[in-house]
């Protein structure tokens, strides 16, 4: 199998590797169907985590299929869509009793560390009956990735250490996946002030998005003096550490509150100070942490009830082939505004059928955030669709075979809505609870069922959305279910902005000879 092993500080590679095997009664083996790299992956690769020795596969994070379980699991079985927590915990020893699972005396933090992780097309996952969690029909396996580590890390040592209330003020120093983990977990209990610190402007700007009330892009003694100014001079009731290193950590001290929490959640390499000779009197509590996961149940049931989407913060796409790339995207945040990376692999295709249900229909988040409910077009639906052409301009028209837009015609609407969901499938996208359609996809086989094509338009004024990007993902999704090999669209050349989109999902652009101002797209669903 292929897997990116760690080859000693600065060095790793996707290599050939045997397949994992059970090695105690209670492992399952696991197909990984979708990762991600943690920023403590890349302190592993600077070679600060002596632990983590070379030839160790990396990765802690993803989510996948059940392949192999072993005598003694009870809760799993092959072919289950499971979640992979990052830390492993036998549920019986004197910590994971006390719910301390980070230090479980046969577990904790061992994936991708001191046991080969995540980043590789299989993974053995030690004490599976407590250590996996059940994918819920319709999950989207995407948003589900970021609860193997960062939305419970961010929760459980920011916001439950911090003691978070409603009508408090917090800040946070970080604004990267943990931080903003924090910031969206921490509107569970609406605290009044949300501020958020970091030094990179698109951080910031992506905090406030996401519900930061203030954004301080400062460090040190500037920083404090603008959270004091903000705060009356009193300063904050909870302040979250998510950077790991001494001045934060410092800047924590000058901002917390009387009576109020410093909850570390950085990784330290070095001492920080501790000013005691300010703080003795001050009623402050100072937490650290290491992730217990102890809240991934009830994370994943706020995640499903649409709550919080932690889906926002996944900035880029790779296939497991493309993993170094993943890595160098990642490790360059600054530039390519990176937060966090998915990475598939060619497992993504065996995805139980159940993951979209039985007639088809299918919640997508976009990455902005917009939640909508997809489904298959019915004849009664031709009111909706002849609404739904009156605003989708030209260039959001990508139904090149309709010709105009305003003339949409009866018969073209009556083929439309009267598909045979064989040879053709039409889905429709709404918003919430609206009965306006946002986005349509189509679907159409060619005869060999070796190829398909699809064309997608969306609303005018929902462009710009993640729409399109989403209703590709799920055209491609539901064309691979079909086993069709090619996936094609045919787009205006002009249309850059789509075509790098598609570009992105792996789609490469041909020449289309029969007519020199459209282009066409193509994915090969096999290799996808
Ligand atoms: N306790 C745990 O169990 C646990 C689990 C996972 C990660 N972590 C740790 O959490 C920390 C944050 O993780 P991440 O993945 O979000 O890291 P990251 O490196 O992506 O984000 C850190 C952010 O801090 C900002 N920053 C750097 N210096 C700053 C300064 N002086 N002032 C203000 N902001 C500054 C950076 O711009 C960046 O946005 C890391 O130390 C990571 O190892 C801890
Ligand atoms: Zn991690
Ligand atoms: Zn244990």
């Known amino acids: 199998m292929k897997a990116l092993v760690y080859e000693g500080p600065g060095r790793k590679s996707l290599m050939e590797r045997p397949m994992p095997k059970i090695a105690a009664a209670t492992d399952a083996i696991v197909k990984v169907t979708r990762t991600t790299i943690c920023g403590t992956d890349l302190h592993i690769l600077k070679g600060d985590v002596p632990t983590c020795t070379p ?23 092959k072919g289950d869509h499971v979640l992979i927590s990052c830390i492993s915990s036998c549920g019986k020893c004197e910590y994971c009793r006390r719910s301390m699972y980070s230090h479980c005396t046969t577990g904790g933090w061992i994936l991708g ?18 250590s996996l969690y059940p994918i819920p029909q319709g999950a989207d396996e995407e948003a589900l ?54 030094l990179a402007e698109n951080r910031l700007a992506v905090a406030k998005r996401f519900g930061a009330t203030q954004a301080i892009k400062s460090s040190g003694k500037d920083a404090a003096h603008q959270v004091l100014a903000l705060t009356g001079g009193k300063g904050v009731d909870t302040a979250i550490e998510a950077v790991g290193i001494p001045s934060t950590f410092e ?117 902005t955030g917009l939640m909508l409910h997809v489904r298959t077009v019915k004849p009664e639906d031709e009111p909706l669709l002849a609404d739904f052409f009156r605003h989708v301009t030209p260039e959001d028209l990508r139904f090149r075979f309709l010709g105009g837009v305003r003339e949409v015609s009866h018969e073209r609407l009556l083929a439309m809505t009267q598909v045979d969901h064989v040879t053709a499938e039409h889905f429709l996208a709404f918003a919430g609870g609206s009965d306006a359609i946002v986005a349509a996809a189509m679907v159409a086989f060619d005869p ?30 539901y064309a691979q279910s079909r086993g069709v090999s090619t996936l094609e669209s045919l787009e ?33 669903l096999r290799s996808a």
């Open 55 to 77: 030839g160790r596969i990396l990765g802690h994070e993803g989510v996948g299929i059940v392949e192999e379980t072993g005598a003694g699991v009870t809760q799993f079985a």
């Open 113 to 130: 560390n001191t046991i080969d992780g995540t980043q590789a097309e299989y993974v053995r996952i030690p004490h599976a009956d407590t």
């Open 145 to 198: 990735v970021m609860l193997s580590d960062i939305l419970p890390t961010g929760f459980e040592c920011g916001v439950l250490n911090g003691k978070v209330q409603p009508g408090g003020t917090v800040a946070i120093v970080g604004a990267g996946p943990i931080g903003l983990a924090a910031l969206l977990t921490t509107q569970f209990y609406s605290p009044a002030e949300i501020i958020m610190i970091d």
């Open 251 to 367: 800047l924590c001290q000058e901002i917390v509150a009387p009576g109020g929490v410093i909850a570390n959640i950085g990784v330290h390499g070095v001492k920080a100070d501790l000013h005691l000779e300010k703080l003795w009197s001050q009623n402050i509590a100072i937490t650290t942490r290491l992730v217990d996961t102890a809240s991934t149940p009830m994370l994943l049931k706020i995640v499903r009830a649409g709550k919080i989407d932690p889906k926002k913060l996944i900035t880029h796409r790779f296939g497991l082939d493309q993993i170094a790339d993943a890595y160098e995207t990642f490790s360059h945040a600054a530039d390519t505004k990176a937060l966090k990376v998915i990475i598939e692999t060619d497992a993504v295709r065996a995805i139980p059928a159940g993951a979209m249900d039985d007639d088809l229909s299918t919640a997508l988040v976009t990455h």
């Open 448 to 477: 060999s069922m070796t190829k398909a094509e699809v064309a997608i338009s969306v609303r005018a004024d929902d462009r710009h959305k993640g729409v399109g990007w989403e209703m590709l993902r799920h055209a491609a999704h």
């Open 492 to 524: 205006s050349r002009e249309n850059h902005e789509v075509i790098e989109l598609e570009r992105e999902q792996g789609f490469v652009a041909v020449p289309y000879p029969d007519d020199p101002t459209l282009i066409l797209i193509r994915k090969d």
